[in-house]
């Protein structure tokens, strides 16, 4: 178990908190943008042994509780129809649309299947060219290369009855508008390690220049985030605001420059609506002009869609950083695991349910 | 006035697939549809249930629909035997005999009967226990998944145990007869070819001669409970709830294999709330302790027995807390339904 003991080292981990204890003279806050980060960090409960001041403000990197309500209704409504064989990422299930969720759709009849790749629903739309075999391309830079990949081997097939409900987002435009935001608290980034293992972080040096603000690429582990906290900390203390990496063993500045390419090739930039935040230009992908034959938005035409979000739920406040699970009135009463009011507490990445998860019940936000 | 029901649509108005997971959605169905139709029932729900009139005598009766039916380490007839002797372990009491039952599907490979029905009568004959009555059933093909299988035991307490999952004290010491996740991931793996299978087998054992062993410990040894669906978490919630007691965990003392780990790293699955078929949680009075563990480790089924934690003098009643590897502290829920592999 060497690659995991390593960055799980109880003895390190304390050191790395002694040296944060020694470099933090002052409070912090730092956002980390993803929501497996958020996921280490409440499950081990590093959030809570952090010195005095130095805080974490949990961001909106959780591809399923930003997937925009309109998005999952429309999925539905395709998966419900006759015909359909509907393939989504297993913590995609769960998440409440407007009046139900996929389990229980596919509790009513619907053909609702588990995919651990975008080529498995491929290969059933293979096994079943009587059927229409729809994928729901949900995440950030990091699933975007391998839902590339799908349509480009979908189209080499010549497959007619395989197509992608997309609903990509992309990181760096939702760092800027959180930054833009004039009461945005985050004076520190730690970027998702895997999105930039793809991506690179050259788009991430000109937010760093422009909003002053140190970017640290961490990784998942315990011992990583606690590292990217203490570069984070050191660049705020000697008043530097540079890309730096974490996360070396997995990250170099340049990404992984074939990834970028099938993506720009199926894909092309464009607005894209965040569920609880709200429309952020060039902040999404969608299937490029050569691909929308594989576009399933427009192969099924879904009418009379009309997302209506539980006014009680705070999701937007959550996926921002302004507001924590805690503050919400819902949270852990009306709003649990069970019945979910919005999506940060269906997915295990979802703040709201790592917080509920952790049994995390008496914090209120400083502010 | 119309036949159709004016009530608006409810999604709890659905059997979920996650009600068949052992955790919270279980309970919840327990709870609300199935015990209350059956009559009271006052008390813990336990792994085997005491025969009414009839102290010595406990029964239990579980149905397998594991799918595939073959897997490393194990396949649905073994864990037929395993799954039933193991809840009547963890009452305390040998087995002495099975019924089983059988549900096939109309089209079924006589050769894939055979071999589950071989592995089954192998695993019973190795455990030493008769199978003394059964039925087949045969049904049209989709009605069921390939076979299903039900297994009812009955058993004899002997010696002084008399565990419960309510007898959980504070100040007892939390005993982990071996590492968890194998099961569950070695299924996963197989029916999906993820790819883990080559390093993964199933832990499915009977543990009847481990909890024999325990015997002579007596009245030291509260409560057993062999962690099956929902994993570690759900038993340990089960007997902290049973119990009403507060248990904690330590996360760097419970054995999680290496490619159990890198599955549930990758798949976004906590090892916790993996199913295991051959390992037991043993809640053992302080002063009883290095002997249980002792015992436990002189057989082969509990070779890698290790103590994860203890049931702490005060502490938040029907809570499993976690100290986690980098020192702080957290709480151990209850598994809501089964468990969804995450996107990224």
């Known amino acids: 178990m060497k690659y995991l003991d390593e960055y799980r080292d109880p003895a390190l981990a304390r ?68 015909g359909v064989i509907f393939t989504s990422f297993g913590d995609m299930l769960r998440v409440p649309g407007s009046d139900t969720d996929m389990l229980s759709l596919r509790a009513r009849g619907a053909d609702v299947r588990v995919v651990y790749t975008p080529m498995d629903a491929v290969r059933i739309a293979q096994e079943r060219p009587d059927r229409e075999v729809v994928f729901l391309a949900v995440g950030f830079e990091t699933t975007a290369p391998a839902n590339a990949m799908a349509v480009l081997h979908a189209d080499r097939l010549g497959l007619t009855n395989f197509s992608m409900l997309v609903s990509h987002v992309l990181v760096p435009p939702a760092m800027t508008a959180l930054l833009d935001d004039p009461d945005c608290e985050v004076q520190a980034f730690l970027a998702a390690g895997h999105v930039c293992a793809v991506m690179g972080w050259r788009e991430y040096e000109p937010i760093a220049e422009r909003y002053r603000v140190p970017i640290v690429i961490t990784g998942f582990e315990p011992l990583d985030l606690l590292e990217g906290i203490l570069m984070a900390v050191d660049q705020l203390e000697q008043g530097r605001f540079e890309v730096e990496n974490q996360y070396v063993r997995a990250v170099r500045r340049s990404g992984n420059t074939e990834a970028q390419d099938a993506v720009r090739m199926v894909f092309r930039v464009t607005d894209r609506a965040w569920r609880g935040i709200g429309a952020l230009p060039d902040s999404g992908l969608e299937l490029a002009e050569s691909y929308r034959q594989f576009d399933a938005a427009l192969r099924f035409d879904v009418s009379g869609l009309c997302p209506t979000e539980d006014p009680e739920c705070i999701a937007g406040a959550i996926l921002t950083g302004a507001r924590l699970p805690t503050d919400c009135t819902a949270y852990g009463t009306r709003c649990t695991p069970r019945h979910p009011l919005g999506a940060p507490m269906v997915s295990a990445e979802g703040t709201c349910a790592a917080f509920h998860a952790a049994g995390r019940t008496k914090e209120v936000s400083p502010s | 006035m119309t036949l159709a029901c004016p009530t608006p649509f409810h999604e709890d108005e659905v059997v979920l697939i996650g009600h068949g997971a052992g955790g919270r959605l279980t309970a919840e169905l327990l709870d609300t549809v199935v015990l209350p139709a059956l009559g009271d029932q006052s008390g813990p729900l336990e792994d085997a249930a005491l025969l009414p009139g009839h102290p010595d005598l406990v029964v239990s009766t579980d149905s397998f629909v594991v799918s595939p039916l073959f897997f490393p380490g194990a396949d649905i007839g073994s864990l037929a035997v395993h799954g039933t002797i193991n809840d009547l372990a963890m009452r305390g009491a040998w087995p002495l005999a099975l019924s089983v039952a059988l549900i096939v599907e109309e089209g079924l490979p006589l050769a894939e009967l055979r071999s589950v029905i071989q592995s089954l009568g192998k695993a019973a004959h190795a455990a030493d226990v008769p199978v003394i009555t059964g039925d087949t059933k045969v049904v049209g093909r989709g009605a069921v998944d390939k076979i299903f299988i039900n297994t009812t035991g009955i058993g004899r307490r002997r010696g002084a145990l008399r565990l419960s999952a309510a007898l959980a004290r504070p100040g007892d010491a939390v005993l982990l007869s071996g590492p968890i996740g194998l099961h569950g991931t070695t299924v996963l793996s197989t029916r999906e070819g993820l790819g883990f299978e080559s390093d993964i087998a199933s832990d499915s054992q009977p543990l009847h001669r481990l909890v024999r062993a325990l015997a002579p410990l007596g009245e030291h040894v509260h409560t057993l409970r062999d962690p099956t669906r929902g994993g570690l978490a759900a038993a340990l919630n089960e007997i902290a709830r049973d119990s009403s007691v507060a248990v904690e965990i330590d996360e760097s003392c419970v054995p999680v294999p290496e490619a159990v780990a890198s599955a549930c790293d990758l798949l976004g699955l906590d090892p916790l709330i993996v199913a295991n078929e051959g390992c037991m949680v043993a809640f053992v009075a302080p002063s009883a302790a290095d002997e249980a563990l002792a015992t436990m480790r002189s057989l082969p089924e509990g070779r890698n027995a290790v103590r994860i934690g203890e049931v702490l003098t005060d502490g938040p009643r029907g809570r499993v807390t976690l100290r986690t590897l980098v020192g702080a502290r957290r709480v151990v829920d209850m598994p809501l339904g089964e468990q969804l592999p995450r996107i990224c």
Do not use: F, K, S, Y
């Open chain 1, 15 to 82: 050191h790395l908190l002694d040296e944060l204890r020694n470099t933090a003279t002052r409070p912090w806050r730092i956002m980390e943008v993803c929501g497996g980060q958020t996921h280490t960090l409440v499950r081990q409960g590093i959030d809570e042994l952090l010195p005095a001041g130095v805080r974490m403000i949990h961001g909106p990197g959780c591809p399923v509780c930003v997937t925009p309500l309109e998005t999952l209704d429309r999925a539905m409504a395709v998966a419900a129809r006759p």
